[in-house]
């Protein structure tokens, strides 16, 4: 089995194409013994996974990647006992979602061998406190899809910054004018909204849209069956979810009509349905900060997770909305809440209206701290900042 591994391993390596550098390259502390890279299928997970393994110094037979699900694997302990036996130091295992009781392994692989592993999962993924609790010995980093940053960055061949969420609103008209004397934002973000959030659209741009459907499909009837109790009969339900969200404007929730429409009668399982949807990356479900995370409570708006996802899924894009998922994508979920005064609360600090070039300040002109974010503008003034910008957070 470990040399069936290890002959795989140099398939990937060979077939191995891109060379350029995500923004979790600069952020992932590789000394930590037991690190997990959790993100929704096709963000590139495993192109990151395979260009470590390629730049880590240790000799190829001191490291080892496979996938969890490449092979009939009895025991994951056993493949890294092992491979710790002939000196190796360095695990890198894929998809790990797939193998079932994963954590109790990872935990035992820890405790007991001198290897270093990394691995990755669905971001519907958790670990399961009853397997091992691996919460404390993991350090889990989360994989965004592209940023506008990075999109441009493999467009055009050219290297750009990262800007802190403080300098963009501090700064953002020096921020603009600099960028702008490096390329044009709107000859690109109208591109990017449609299909620029995902990687293998560099792969093949004219079968992207398509990819990207087959993509999803995939986790839904897949990758979340294989880490929630549902049942298969009960997946078109997710897929109903979905559609029914597309046709939001965007979608406010009213739990009863919501239910009745998709045919489950139970709210709780509702609730389930969408949260499972939310851990796949495929819904962003936003609440007031006063209402908690608690699945159970319902959500005051949902979103598709991507712009991506509109276009690809829903008949009619609706801009207003477009302009919204965007400015969300560019957030990690815990930092970004909805806010009485304005569309979003960011840190808990920052008031933010999003809307059009002719957006007004009127709504949030006495609140502290408040910004107008407007798409179709090149550089803001004052506290209006260009829609754009925010994607240069990472």
């Known amino acids: 089995m470990l040399q069936n591994l290890k002959e795989y391993q140099l398939n990937y390596l060979r077939v191995l194409r891109s060379d350029y550098k995500r923004y979790i390259h600069q952020i992932v502390d590789f000394n930590q013994k037991l690190i997990g890279i959790i993100g929704a299928r096709g963000v590139g997970k495993t192109t990151f996974l395979l ?11 001191k490291k080892l990647y496979f996938s969890a699900d490449a092979l009939d694997i009895d025991s994951l302990f056993d493949i890294a006992y092992k491979f710790s036996k002939e000196g190796g130091e360095l695990l890198i295992i894929d998809e790990i979602h797939k193998y079932k ?34 919460s404390r010995r993991a350090l889990l980093y989360h ?34 004018y600099d960028l702008g004397g490096k390329f044009k934002p709107f000859e690109h973000f109208s591109e990017y909204l449609r299909q620029g959030y995902y990687p293998f659209y560099f792969e093949n741009k004219e079968s992207y849209l398509l990819r990207l459907q087959e993509t999803i499909n995939t986790v839904i009837e897949v990758d979340i069956p294989s ?24 979608f406010k929730v009213n739990i ?15 609730y389930k349905y969408l949260e ?6 495929i819904l ?15 959500p005051d708006k949902i979103y598709l997770a ?89």
């Not at 998709?262 to 509702?270: A, K, M, N, V």
């Not at 006063?290 to 409570?297: A, Q, R, S």
Request: proline share 3%; hydrophobic share 35%.
């Open 101 to 134: 009781n994963f954590e109790i392994e990872l935990k035992k692989i820890y405790d007991m061998l001198e290897l270093k592993v990394i691995f990755s999962g669905s971001s519907a993924l958790r670990l399961d406190h009853s397997k091992g609790d691996l």
């Open 306 to 394: 991507n712009t991506n996802l509109h276009y690809s899924y829903c008949d009619e894009v609706e801009i207003g909305t477009i302009r919204e998922v965007f400015f969300m994508s560019m957030f990690d979920e815990k930092n970004i809440t909805l806010s009485t005064k304005g569309d979003f609360l960011i840190d808990d600090t920052y008031i933010v209206e999003v809307g059009g070039k002719s957006k007004k300040y009127n709504q949030i002109k006495d609140v502290p701290n408040s910004f107008v974010v407007s798409d179709d503008i090149e550089i803001g003034s004052g506290n209006k900042i260009p829609l754009w910008l925010f994607g240069f957070l990472y």
């Open 276 to 281: 499972y949807l939310k851990r796949g990356k």
């Open 227 to 250: 880490i929630f109790p549902i049942e298969y009969d009960k997946i078109i339900n997710l897929k109903k979810l979905i559609r029914l969200v597309c046709q939001s404007k965007p």
């Open 256 to 270: 009863k009509e919501l239910s009745t429409k998709i045919g489950i009668s139970d709210y709780q399982t509702l």
């Open 51 to 61: 260009q470590h393994l390629k730049e880590n110094t240790l000799p190829l037979s």
């Open 143 to 176: 994989m965004q899809g592209l940023s506008f940053r990075e999109f441009i960055e493999l467009k055009q061949s050219i290297k750009l910054p990262t800007f802190t969420l403080s300098e963009i609103f501090e700064n953002h008209v020096g921020l603009a």
């Open 284 to 298: 962003t479900l936003l609440r007031a900060k006063t209402k908690g995370d608690n699945i159970f409570v319902k």
